[in-house]
């Protein structure tokens, strides 16, 4: 459904020029969840915008469902690390906005707008500016104006990076039960590797300078997954593949030799 | 006598509650107004001591002098028709200029090529006084209220211009990402997320403008012939009528406050959505 051929892209600082980003070859199926782990600077988040449509890329193409990127558009919902909510319109009018914006009547838009905050808990704050709410709730409320652009396809930055740990864990299981139901295609990237695993059907492990991809994983725990899942034995092994994978491609990694590979 | 000490109990201090601040401290605490009234009052008092004083020059007037020579002049003296003709000016001035000035400031916060087009006409223009351009446009334009009101517009325009370019290039721009996501246009983008998102710092911008129209509403006014506020002050003075100098002063500064006050209670309401902040819910 998303096929990515031969991405890169460069950038010019001055005289110099930086090869950020790849070449990247990446094929996801049609509902799947696909989790991209990498350390900071490996460039996932420049793939993701390239996804989006919000960069270009310096060579080779993306194509969602046949038809070749080359901007952004509403099949291809983006939620970012910072909820990017309007501060100056109430949670519901937020909501409502991408339908208002595709020409749907304001009673229309409203009502989508409060079946969307139903889904994903907020129902009692649609009243509510951004501003008053907490972090958690403010990231349900960008999920769900997404959602309203009706996506097949949705590209998360780190979404939940900026919270605390326990409502991480809680957003984690509301995110994997709201997928199961919607069945949207899903690109995530994170840094945190329980993270990965846990929400991912499959892991992409990409390392930096210049970013590629280094593992590209299925992740084999059972769906539909929820708090149970995490206690399941096999993560532990996930991990430490990963943490390995992810130290190796990791630049810091080039200074610290460690003869002791991980041994389990 | 020495106190014998029994184990578990330990010598017993009479310790005071702190002392809770005399009624009248609180009563004035939570309303604040009273503190400025009692100021205002006490310069009022003063000034009216020092006026009253014998042998005090023939042009310094006390608030009660002024106050009635304000009731005379709005009762005979016609100035209602004075204050309107020069209300006009100055919010006509503002409207444009400072409406302008919002516009051509957002535009040239988003558009690098906008920018690029008009930042040195206006860092050229900006810096000359001006008043001192209201000779050259009366010479186009005569001392007619057009010219005034012009004058007053391009006065008006680089404040409010100068903070809608940094209230423009202070927004988020992940929120442009968001409408380009959405698939809003760019007419939508500039209406319904740039201007919202640079309104708290541009209405600065637009409360300076006011001020600075009503500076030069007197300013034009006073030259050449013309009605209004400014213009009459000026006569007042040459005739030496000091009681109506002093009146119009008055009155104008009134005006300016009460204008002020309006556009400070109408941002307060646009802006409303600022006070929700905390993210204290869920």
Redesign the interface.
């Known amino acids: 459904m998303i096929e990515i051929r031969d991405v890169s892209k460069t950038f010019r600082r001055g005289n110099r020029t930086v090869q950020a980003l790849g070449p990247i070859d990446l094929t996801v199926a049609r509902g799947e969840f696909v989790t991209v782990l990498g350390p900071s600077g490996c460039g996932k988040t420049t793939l993701l915008h390239i996804l ?1 449509g ?1 960069e270009m890329p310096t060579t080779g193409t993306v194509t969602v469902d046949g038809k070749v990127v080359t ?4 099949d ?3 939620v ?1 690390q ?1 909820a ?1 909510l ?4 109430t949670v519901q009018d937020n909501v409502a ?2 339908s208002r ?2 020409g749907e009547s304001k009673a229309q838009a409203r009502e989508r707008a409060r079946e969307l905050l139903a889904r994903v808990g907020l129902s009692r ?1 649609a009243d ?2 951004p ?8 990231q349900r409320a960008a999920l769900a ?2 959602l309203a ?1 009706e996506p097949s396809v949705l590209l998360m930055d780190e979404p939940f990076g900026a919270l605390d740990a326990q409502t991480r864990e809680v957003m984690q299981e509301e995110l994997t039960r709201l997928w199961q139901a919607t069945g949207l295609t899903v690109i995530f990237i994170t840094h945190d590797i329980a993270e990965a695993i846990f929400l991912g059907d499959r892991v992409v492990v990409m390392g930096a300078a210049p970013g590629q991809v280094v593992a590209d994983t299925r992740i084999e725990l059972a769906r539909p997954r929820d708090a149970r899942t995490k206690l399941d034995a096999r993560i532990l092994d996930y991990r430490q593949q990963f943490w390995q994978l992810l130290r190796d491609a990791s630049p810091a990694a080039a200074s610290a030799s460690d003869p002791a590979q991980g041994q389990v | 006598m020495r106190q014998e000490m029994r184990p578990g109990t330990a010598p017993h201090r009479a310790v005071s509650p702190p002392l809770s601040p005399p009624a009248w401290q609180e009563f004035v605490r939570q309303r604040p107004w009273l503190v400025t009234l009692a100021f205002v009052l006490a310069c009022l008092a003063l000034w009216e001591l020092a006026a009253a004083r014998p042998g005090r020059p023939e042009y310094l007037l006390g608030p009660s002098q002024i106050f009635t020579e304000l009731l005379a002049l709005t009762q005979g003296g016609g100035l209602a028709a004075q204050v309107l003709a020069s209300l006009r000016r100055a919010l006509l001035g503002f409207a444009i200029g400072g409406g302008l000035g919002l516009l051509l400031g957002l535009l040239a916060g988003v558009s690098r090529n906008f920018r690029d087009l008009f930042d040195l006409t206006q860092a050229f223009t900006h810096p000359v006084p001006k008043i001192a351009l209201f000779p050259v446009v009366a010479v186009v334009l005569g001392f007619t209220d057009i010219s005034r009101v012009l004058i007053i517009a391009i006065s008006a325009f680089f404040p409010a211009y100068l903070n809608a370019v940094n209230g423009a290039l202070g927004v988020n721009p992940r929120l442009f990402w968001v409408a380009r996501n959405v698939g809003a246009s760019r007419w939508r983008s500039f209406w319904q997320v740039l201007l919202p998102a640079s309104l708290p710092r541009a209405v600065v911008g637009l409360r300076i403008s006011l001020m600075v129209s009503f500076v030069l509403m007197v300013a034009t006014e006073v030259v050449g012939h013309s009605n209004g506020l400014g213009a009459a002050l000026m006569r007042a003075y040459r005739e030496g009528a000091y009681g109506p100098m002093y009146a119009g002063i008055v009155c104008t500064a009134l005006c300016g406050m009460a204008a002020n006050a309006l556009l400070a209670q109408a941002s307060r309401r646009l802006l409303a959505w600022q006070a929700h902040a905390g993210g204290h819910l869920g």
């Open positions: 989006g919000f901007g952004p558009g509403r291809r919902g983006m970012f910072e990017t309007f501060p100056w319109r906005w991408p914006v595709a704050f509510a500016y501003g008053e709410l907490s972090g958690g709730m403010r104006r997404t652009m």
